[in-house]
């Protein structure tokens, strides 16, 4: 298994607050994601980045930040938590090599519930 | 629409049923992935394809790019099989990124 892990596994926060999830590898893969799974829609794309402090939007970006300092750590800041963000979110790094059809290797994810 | 739709949303098998999921797209892509999400959560990446058919073990992938479709097989289906199998394109336009369909949730009884 690629190694992924995310932190904190669970986590139930109030509307308004500050949190911070934290995907870490140790397979030196340049590219890393963020999404969201919610009933209804599949994974949705976040932000994602393909190398330390290059970063670009997904489809449902509003309301989050990310920032990679360091290849093997990729956060996910929500400024303000609010119930619709309410989901699992799952981390997934790819190796970046040129051509198509990479293989994406995903965390456990985290199940984020904002009250 | 969907850029991305799976067929069927739920399905139900007895043991040892051979199963299919099917994967329609409507964009250009550069490859077609299938995901296993087991019950605990955790995703696993099945197979990757931009053409023709993989397998492995009881587990057939085809793809036809020329009809924008792909199918998943499971021969000899097992309870173990249980778990949602997700549909993902890369497409043309998007680099590494993917698109995912909302993906069949597969029940196999005993």
């Known amino acids: 298994d690629a190694g992924i892990t995310q932190s904190p596994r669970h986590k139930v926060t109030e509307t308004g607050t500050p949190v911070t999830l934290r995907c870490h590898q140790t397979?030196?893969?340049?590219?890393m994601y963020w999404y969201r799974q919610d009933p209804g829609h599949g994974l949705r794309l976040i932000h994602y980045s393909y190398g330390v402090k290059d970063t670009d939007k997904g489809e449902v970006s509003d309301g989050y930040s990310v920032s990679r300092s360091k290849t093997e750590d990729f956060l996910l800041t929500l400024e303000s938590a609010t119930s619709s963000q309410t989901s699992v979110y799952f981390c997934?790094?790819?190796?970046?090599?040129?051509?198509?059809?990479?293989?994406?290797?995903f965390g456990p994810g985290t199940r984020l519930l904002v009250l | 629409k969907n850029e991305v739709e799976q067929s069927p949303q739920n399905l139900t098998a007895q043991e040892g049923e051979f199963i299919t999921i099917n994967c329609s797209y409507s964009?250009?892509?550069?490859?077609l992935h299938w995901l296993q999400q087991h019950p605990g959560g955790g995703i696993v990446s099945l197979f990757m394809?931009?053409?023709g058919k993989k397998k492995h073990g009881r587990l057939i992938a085809t793809i036809n790019i020329q009809e924008k479709h792909s199918s998943l097989h499971i021969t000899a289906s097992h309870p173990r099989d249980s778990a949602v199998y997700i549909c993902a394109v890369r497409k043309e336009t998007s680099g590494s990124r993917l698109t995912f369909g909302e993906g069949t949730q597969l029940t196999v009884n005993p």
């Open positions: 394809l931009s053409s």
């Open positions: 397979e030196n893969h340049r590219y």
């Open positions: 964009v250009g892509i550069s490859a």
């Open positions: 997934a790094i790819s190796p970046g090599r040129k051509g198509a059809g990479e293989t994406q290797y």
